[in-house]
């Protein structure tokens, strides 16, 4: 399930794309899975097909979607994280508080962390 | 020649076409109609799933209306080759031909017939994939209660279609065996002058009953339809009742 919100200063693609990408990363859309057609999810979301079509080519650059004119936009092989890493993801969230911090807060320090142990060149 | 017209003074034409037009304008209505569009304040929540006409019932169901029009069709054309023009010059008589003349029995379901009955099976079957298709295609977004709910009525609805398609061929091409029946029987049977024709007669009297069965059938078919649409049309008014407090709110 996916949920946009127009009000959010997050463009719609985006919040589609973002989405999506987490359905299939976490595994919950599996390998081979079709994804809705782009004039079926914009009429269901109440939004111009223009937009989910971005969403779409955007997941398909990236390498999580295959789009043929005769299967529709099905997600790619080897997507998903393996189920090391989907474990220690999880097991990591759940030790946090959520309370006290925000997805955005977590992401932002997630993403120093990364930074910072990137290996040297 | 013995000559024996069963409804010397009624083609029986409307009455044939009569239950495949009623079902079609009932699909075109359903088409243009559709389902309860979601309520305009609905959560913009979806489903991540492809949806397609062909999942809203189990896959018999599909099969169902197809085989009865291809049964249909094939009927139409047989007992079209096998007829023989009237008096009046339509293609609506069996003949049969014996060693000291010959017996013509009408109405036959010949190409007189049997092409409006093909042409009216395959607006039919178009009227229900048209609106098997607006149904499956609709938006569907709102909360997870409102998907589950729209999605049981589209279900319903197209359980309707395909019970009421279904039901429609089978009663005219019921009622088309059984007057093929009929004139067979009449034509080849024991009351005529000469010996008749004791094989055709058989399956004259066998395409009767077989004829009757299918009409039967179908008739069962159209009242479980009307059963399973007036469930699905007040589901769909408690729907559209409850979109309009919703945008009413």
Request: glycine fraction near 8%; aromatic fraction near 6%; charge should be positive.
């Amino acid at each position: 399930m996916i949920a946009i919100d127009l009000a959010s200063a997050i463009p719609v693609f985006e919040q589609i794309r973002v989405q999506i990408a987490g359905e299939i990363r976490s595994g919950r859309l599996p390998e081979g899975a079709r994804l809705p057609s782009v004039r079926q999810l914009a009429a269901d979301l109440g939004i111009a097909p223009g937009t989910v079509a971005k969403s779409f080519s955007t997941l398909e650059l990236e390498g999580l979607v295959t789009t043929s004119r005769a299967s529709g936009t099905r997600v790619a092989p080897d997507a998903a994280l393996d189920d090391a890493t989907r474990t220690s993801v999880r097991q990591f969230v759940h030790t946090i508080d959520r309370r006290t911090l925000s997805l955005d807060s977590l992401l932002s320090a997630v993403r120093a962390e990364w930074d910072a142990s990137r290996p040297l060149p | 020649m013995a000559a024996d017209n069963v409804l010397p003074y009624s083609y029986g034409l409307p009455f044939l076409l009569a239950p495949a037009c009623f079902a079609i304008g009932t699909m075109v209505t359903l088409a243009a109609v559709g389902v309860p569009a979601p309520a305009r304040d609905a959560p913009r929540e979806v489903d991540l799933v492809a949806r397609s006409a062909l999942r809203l019932g189990p896959r018999w169901s599909y099969v169902a209306p197809v085989a009865a029009a291809l049964a249909a069709a094939t009927f139409a054309v047989v007992a079209g080759a096998t007829s023989s023009p009237t008096q009046d010059g339509h293609w609506r008589g069996f003949t049969v031909q014996f060693a000291n003349g010959s017996s013509t029995s009408s109405p036959y379901p010949g190409w007189y017939y049997g092409i409006p009955l093909m042409i009216v099976t395959a607006l039919l079957l178009a009227a229900t994939c048209a609106a098997l298709v607006r149904f499956s295609s609709a938006p569907l977004r709102g909360t997870p209660q409102d998907r589950e709910f729209a999605i049981l009525v589209r279900r319903r609805l197209t359980r309707f279609v395909l019970l009421a398609a279904t039901g429609s061929i089978m009663v005219y091409l019921g009622s088309a065996l059984t007057v093929a029946g009929m004139a067979i029987s009449t034509s080849s049977g024991p009351n005529l002058p000469d010996p008749g024709d004791p094989a055709l007669h058989v399956l004259g009297v066998a395409l009767f009953v077989v004829g009757m069965l299918f009409a039967v059938f179908g008739a069962a078919l159209v009242v479980a339809s009307i059963q399973v649409g007036v469930s699905a049309g007040n589901r769909t008014s408690t729907a559209r009742a409850r979109t309009s407090t919703k945008v009413a709110a």
